[in-house]
Each structure stands twice: as structure tokens, then as C-alpha cells.
Nanobody, 123 residues
Framework: QVQLVESGGGLVQAGGSLRLSCTASGSTFSTYAMGWFRQAPGKEREFVAAITWSGGTTEDAHSVKGRFTISRDDAKNTVCLQTNSLQPEDTAVYYC????????????????WGQGTQVTVSS
């Protein structure tokens, strides 16, 4: 049982950066793999990045590779997504999620979700 709360979204111009944070409570954070997903209006939720419970392995979607970085700080029960070189097509609600599997890249692999934080990138 995990409760997740995202923060850090906002409005930025193309080429800018945002650091999204997700704070967990209610369970042992360090035993869960963590992921970030995003969803634009009228579109399906898509995978962005994930990190193992140990923090030793990460996976990034091709569309964000080289621009976004996922990290975790177990002492603070927090997972972050550093987003750089943002583009208008990155505009979406970003969600963090927790999983008891190793490193899933689909939404079905995650059992717990946050409420989301809006990222809007203007041209």
C-alpha cells in the first residue's frame, strides 16, 4: 500500500526545464520500482521512464532519451524526473507510479498511482 503525490509541474517555454517530484508514504518505498508516465488529452497514457528498487538500473522511452533523467532518494521517499529541452509535444499530465515488479514499462505493471502534475510547454 503506497500513496503517491506529484509536484513540480508548470508552464515553461520550449527549451526549458522542470524537475518533477513524487513523494511516497504508507509503505516501504525502497522495495518498489518507480515509474513516470504521461497522458495528453484524448491520448492514452504512455511510458516515460522507470527505475528499479535499488536505483541501479533505469529505462527511458525513446522519445525522451537524452533529455529526461529519473532518480530516487530512498531516505526522502522521493522519485524525481528531471526534464530538459522540453518541447510542446511534451505537454501532458505526468504521473508517478509504484510497482512490485522489477522494471515494468507498461501501466499494467504498476499498482499504485499519484494524482498527476500538469506540464505545459509553449512554443
Amino acid at each position: 500500500q503506497v500513496q503517491l503525490v506529484e509536484s513540480g509541474g508548470g508552464l515553461v517555454q520550449a527549451g526549458g526545464s522542470l524537475r518533477l517530484s513524487c513523494t511516497a508514504s504508507g509503505s516501504t518505498f525502497s522495495t518498489y520500482a518507480m515509474g513516470w508516465f504521461r497522458q495528453a488529452p484524448g491520448k492514452e497514457r504512455e511510458f516515460v521512464a522507470a527505475i528499479t528498487w535499488s536505483g541501479g538500473t533505469t529505462e527511458d522511452a525513446h522519445s525522451v532519451k537524452g533529455r529526461f533523467t529519473i532518480s530516487r532518494d530512498d531516505a526522502k521517499n522521493t522519485v524525481c524526473l528531471q526534464t530538459n529541452s522540453l518541447q510542446p509535444e511534451d505537454t501532458a499530465v505526468y504521473y508517478c507510479a509504484a510497482s512490485r515488479f522489477y522494471l515494468p514499462t507498461t501501466s499494467s505493471g504498476y499498482g499504485y498511482w499519484g494524482q498527476g502534475t500538469q506540464v505545459t510547454v509553449s512554443s
